[in-house]
Structures are given as structure tokens and as C-alpha cells.
């Protein structure tokens, strides 16, 4: 028996073989043969000898741990729910502050100013969605329309909610598994409601017709996930509602400058992603959710997450802050919390709120402007391509569905001949939806210039010829 690693648990070959036999497979590689063949490593890294400065080691493993290929050292117009937008180098700065970085969890001793700058998060985001309650984030915007679609089954008692048929796979992956499993108890069943192809958006008269009393929630996004604005958030909201169904509105924050919320048009609960307010893109990571809600204690009371809130001290005059609810959490509660949750994107609210604060309304609603404006322009040019059109152009904010079918070529074979020039291009919707073969998801954000826009354009038309 070969002796066991001192710093590595389960090491030892009697306990390695007791997990083995526990989970019924005879070899550790039986778990990873559903990653493809080449996402996984050909073992065949050979070392390099003689790296004798940092610099030089830093440069050989970004480019392994990158493939060469970044939306760094390529022009990038992926989004789909990680979109790369400008990073102040205040958050940076502030985020790896080791008073933040190393008490975003911990004991209230540790505390630096990490309460403080959690209450600035929510403060600032709920003024920005236009509503009072504002947790913690969670891991992903998949998880934040999870969360929000039980909580609106525990208000009501219902089991049954409706989502867009056009969602994110990922994200509606996401939610099926906050759904649960029917033969666990507990569970919700998710029904798709088909989008009006014409328009891009969810059909109203479709969703009159699907609602029941049977539904404790509708589900739907805007900008949604083929990049257009809902129009008729209001008549959403007031058809939900006639049947005692919570309304779910999932929105880009970056939106909300220039766009009123959808809790002016009435919706109970907001979720989105924070990844846009600040945050790296980071493979693996640097994503998050948030929910928010009107400040009504039958919403507070079925929030899974942390909550920080400002109160008087003993002291005359002076204010502290601190978590609240922190009881109906997993962390107060464990497996008796409303639901589970996790601390691994805590320090991206600060960031958040560094962000905001930087941003302020004003800088919000220019940042919103100009990205609506750099996105509409470029799809315009883009429709010009020969071969080329963009579907919903009239509606779009940062993203929109570029169709190629008409060229003959598949997305997968155009964005191969974009890599070579030097450019990502759009997320490949062919196979996600029955509308969309062909097509792609483009996105544009403020750090896209006039210039890129001109070389994706001039690649376009080199790679669609004839």
C-alpha cells in the first residue's frame, strides 16, 4: 500500500477505495467522463526549464490557462449572461483592501467596514431597481430567479410557475434544479410559455390563457435573454395578478439607468445579475445574483439570504449596522432556513457598491445611454452586411439576434473564421430555440469602440461572401 499524502485527506488507498466502492464505481475517472475530451487535459504539459523571472512565469501561465485566446487579446462580442464591461480600478483597489478581503466573512469582530459597505449595496441597488428590500447576493442569476420562484410558492402555497421558453439554458437549468425533484416532496413544477417570434416577446394573450389558480408565480425577463425589451411588463403583471400569481421580473441593472424598473409597472420581486456593476469576468467565478423586494414583511420574512440593516446604538446619536433575519437563513437555521445558500460572492457586493457609488444616478443613466446607443448602431451596421439581418432591432438594449442563415454558412464555422481575426463573435443560439437556427447573440457594451465595430464588420463581410 503506498503510503498516504500528510496534507491530503482521503489519500490513503483503504480510504480511497471504501469512497470508491461507496459511490458503486471501480475508477475515479468514471466521474469525469462526461466533461468532453477536450475540455479535459491531454497530460502531455511538458516543463519549461530556465523561467528565472516572474514576469516570465506570469506570461506562460495566462496564455496556458487562457488557451491564447481572451476577451483580453480578442475584440469580444459574447455576452449571454457575462458581458465584458469597464472595470474601475477604485474597485479593484478597494476590493483587495485586506480590512474587505479578509473579513467579508467571519465573526462581528472582524468586522471593518464590511457591514457597513454591504448596507451601502443594497441601499444603492434597491434605489436603482425602485425597491425598498435588497439581500445579499447569491452565486449566479440563475440562483436569484430560483430563490425568488419558491419564495413566491410560499406565499402563496402554490406549486406552479411559468417561465419564457426562449431563457438562457443555463439559467433555466439553474432554476430546474431550485425546482427540485418530485419524488423529494416539496418540489415546483416549471411550464414553459411560448414567445411571440414576431415580436420577440412573451405573449400576453398566451399567458392569459395558461394561468390558473394553480400558479404561484410568472417568470420573465427584460431585456430577455434574445437581448429585447419587454413592452408589456404592465399588462404582465396586472394578468398575474388576477389570478393571485407573484410576478418575477428579471432585469441587467446596467438597463435601469436609462429604463424604468418593473416595480413601477408593479412586479413583486426583481432578480438579476450583479456581474455588470464591477466585476471581472473570471472563468469559473466572478458572477452573482441579487433579489429585491417591496419592504413588506410578507416578503422579508421569505428571503433565504443575509440582510443588512442600520440601527441606534446605546450611545447617543450614534448608528451601527447589522445583519437582521439572520434566523429564517441557512446560516441561522442550517437545513431549517427558508432555503440554502452560500457566502462565495460576498465580496462582489462590495464591489457593487463601490461601483454604484463611483456611477452615482447621473453616471448610471450615461452608462445606460451610451451602451443602448453603441449596441443600435452596431446592429444597424451589421444588418447592412449582404446575407446578414438582426432580428428585433427596434427593441434591443446591449444584445441582439444577428441571423446568418440566409448566408449559407453556420454560426460555428463564422465565429471560427472571426477567432482568426482576432474577434469573439456572438454566442451560438442554433439549436436553443425553433426560431433561431442560424443565429447568433451578439452583445455591445461601452468598452466597444467605433473601431472594433469597423473591423467586425469588415471581417463579416470577408467571412459571409459568396
Known sequence: MSPSHPYMANSAEGSRQALLEGIGIADVEE?????????????????????RSEYELRRLMEDRLRGVISTDSHVSFLGGGYWKHHVPALCDEIAARPEISTSVWGTPSSDHGRNQAWFEFASQLGALVDLEF???????????????????????????????????RERRLVIDTYAGSHELGG??????????????????????????????????????????????????????????????????????????????????????????????????????????SRDEERYARQFPTLQVSIAPTIVEGERAFGM?????SSYGSRELGNDWTGNSVYLWAVRAAVYLALLG?????????????????TAELVGAVPGVSVRYGDRIFKEFVVDFSATGRSVEAINAALRERGILGGHDLTGTHPALDGCALYSVTEVITEHDVRRLVSALEEVVAP
Open 31 to 51: 466521474l469525469f467522463a462526461q466533461i468532453p475530451a477536450d475540455h479535459r487535459s491531454d497530460d502531455a504539459v511538458s516543463p519549461v526549464a530556465g523561467i
Open 134 to 168: 435588497v439581500g445579499l447576493p447569491v452565486y449566479s442569476w440563475g440562483c436569484a430567479a430560483g430563490h425568488a420562484l419558491r419564495m413566491a410558492a410560499r406565499l402563496t402555497g402554490r406549486r406552479v410557475v411559468l417561465v419564457p421558453d426562449n431563457l438562457d
Open 187 to 292: 418540489s415546483l413544477e416549471v411550464r414553459e410559455l411560448p414567445l411571440d417570434t414576431a415580436t420577440g416577446t412573451l405573449s400576453v394573450d398566451e399567458l392569459t390563457a395558461a394561468l390558473g389558480d394553480d400558479i404561484a408565480a410568472v417568470y420573465v425577463e427584460t431585456p430577455n435573454s434574445w437581448g429585447v425589451i419587454e413592452h408589456d411588463i404592465a399588462r404582465i403583471v396586472e394578468a398575474a395578478h388576477g389570478v393571485g400569481a407573484e410576478v418575477i421580473v428579471g432585469v441587467d441593472p446596467i438597463s435601469l439607468g436609462g429604463l424604468a424598473s418593473p416595480a413601477t409597472f408593479g412586479a413583486d420581486i426583481v432578480v438579476g445579475s450583479i456581474q455588470p456593476l464591477g466585476i471581472h469576468l473570471n472563468a469559473g467565478g466572478g458572477v452573482g445574483g441579487f433579489i429585491a
Open 324 to 328: 437582521t433575519l439572520f434566523g429564517q
Open 361 to 377: 444616478p447621473a453616471g448610471m443613466r450615461e452608462l445606460s445611454e451610451t451602451v443602448a446607443a453603441n449596441a443600435r448602431r
